[in-house]
């Protein structure tokens, strides 16, 4: 394995500590905790929390801030963080508003969130959740669609409700309609490795890909042979629409790398990817995010998201956002 | 090697069209050039320009927009534009307040674009160039200082002041300005592949590092045994700050990552930085910047970036942004 890193025991903190590091006046990380907030939270509004296992860098630590979350919990590399964990963090951003918290579905995060949203209603803190369901590539899986890059837009459309000061019921409903309305599916060319593993996930030959991979090194659903870079995109994008009807309507595209995609390769994936909608259908693709949102470690490889818009969704989408990793 | 691209030979071309696909209403490209220039030149002000090797994306075409470059021009992979191209892209931006050319510290970058500008002034357009060689690994080769991250400082602060209207010798006086305060130092766990190669630019085993790489995939001033991420960012920084004196000065941190270094690793770097600055006589450390700014294709490894600041250097670091690589 190598990795630029310290003691792997230690590769979740300094991480995030390194992250509050760099905007010492916009986040604060609670000492003891691997959970970072806004510097100068906002008690007049509903919270926005996330959180999951490490290793999808820049998410969601990245993306707290204003116009998109109040906090982010992070647990170990690619495992929930635990109940008390997310409990301190709830507790933490919790005012009269309420708190929502946005899960990737994934059994370990929805068991924990759960446990920590239950303890937290029995001391009185006004909370709920909402499950993000994107990865077409899992749709037949026992777990169903897991939650990937959409949880991004999930993020940053429903904060941008949030800041207006919307009730906990507009603001959670308005982050389902966004988690309805986004489906995501991704490919790896190479694994990602594990620092406490030290060794990769699967095993690729030079002439192999893995399509339909999750974010937690989780092989794809088949291993095929590599082709060139239309072709792989034409077939994640026909998977895709399959699952959703896009015909007649604006999407928002997001080209995400898995963490060691040279944005060479992102940009030639994208190249491909608006005359395709449009031939099949989409009236408009009204924005597009070409960047590593939500990462695997180290994979290469990439994801392809759409969003489907309407009036509201697209005049959140357009919002104002100062986080580290998204500002607009 | 495993990429995902089509045919090799359009690499740059499919690179470009997909960058501009993002962001058709800010970006276009030159039909028959690899050149990106703002959709809405403003004729009104010093048209900044860059360019080089493919390779190092977001640079440079990711930094043409409102607050840097108007113009882009962009070679084969790790090699120089052609006068021709670079004369061209000249030309498409050229205007009565002149040009300023932004070049980085390599042989054929330099000789290409003097003899563009020497042909464009042939023809009455006014055009000037500023080199950056900000890489202090190379300090004492025959070529000096490469340039490297720090370009990407130079495109913002000059191109910040270039948004005022002032005329071109302030814009190349604060460029060489921040030239002149700019330093870098990079290092690489896994080398690059350039696409018409297909193999990796050098070798490395599993415990070993280059210290010093540049970004065209050259090997390091030396191979050593691969420490940790504390080790590695000491060294580092002590190389840069016995280049210039920090000692009582504000400075700002770019930590880059080469293209397939996990944003987590970044963090981590960073982690170390700010306080082993402060230890050695750094008065503040204003802002820091965490991504991928000038990569080298699919190298895994970081440079450290430090730039001295003054009143007008942190006054234009500061100024509104809006590319589709940096936004402020």
Redesign the interface.
């Known amino acids: 394995?190598?990795?630029?890193?310290?003691?792997i025991s230690d590769?979740e903190r300094?991480?995030?500590?390194?992250?509050v590091?760099?905007?010492p006046k916009k986040l604060v990380k609670l000492n003891g905790y691997n959970i970072v907030h806004r510097a100068n939270l906002n008690r007049d509004k509903v919270a926005l929390l996330s959180g999951g296992g490490?290793?999808h860098?820049?998410a969601h630590a990245?993306y707290v801030g204003f116009g998109m979350l109040d906090a982010a919990v992070a647990g170990p590399v690619f495992s929930s963080p635990n109940a008390g964990a997310i409990f301190k963090a709830i507790e933490t951003v919790a005012n009269p508003n309420g708190v929502l918290c946005i899960v990737k579905n994934y059994t370990g995060d929805i068991l924990n969130f759960e446990l920590a949203i239950e303890k937290a209603r029995s001391i009185g803190i006004k909370v709920d959740h909402v499950i993000v369901a994107d990865d077409v590539a899992s749709q037949s899986t026992a777990v169903g669609r897991r939650g990937v890059a959409g949880t991004v837009l999930v993020h940053k459309i429903a904060g941008a409700l949030a800041e207006t000061g919307a009730p906990l019921e507009r603001v959670k409903a308005i982050a389902q309609r966004t988690i309805d309305n986004v489906r995501s599916m991704g490919m790896a060319?190479?694994p990602c490795t594990v620092p406490a593993t030290g060794v990769p996930n699967f095993e690729l030959s030079?002439k192999e890909m893995e399509i339909g991979i999750g974010i937690h090194g989780e092989p794809g659903m088949r291993r095929e042979r590599?082709t060139?870079?239309?072709g792989?995109t034409r077939k994640i994008l026909n998977r895709i629409l399959s699952h959703l009807e896009y015909a007649g309507r604006e999407v928002v595209?997001m080209?995400n790398g898995m963490?060691?995609?040279?944005?060479?390769?992102?940009?030639?994936?994208?190249?491909?990817?608006?005359e395709y909608l449009y031939r099949n259908g989409v009236l408009d693709v009204y924005d597009?995010?070409?960047g590593?949102y939500m990462?695997s470690?180290?994979m290469?490889?990439?994801s392809i998201t759409l969003l489907r818009l309407d009036d509201e969704i697209k005049m959140y989408y357009n919002a104002a956002v100062d986080t580290?990793a998204l500002?607009?």
């Open positions: 394995m190598k990795k630029i890193i310290n003691n590769v300094e991480m995030l500590e390194g992250l590091a760099a905007a490490s290793g860098e820049p990245g060319i190479r030079d590599l060139n870079a239309d792989i595209v080209v963490g060691a995609t040279p944005f060479m390769e992102l940009c030639i994936v994208n190249n491909f990817i608006k597009t995010m070409i590593n990462t470690i180290d290469a490889g990439f580290f500002k607009k």
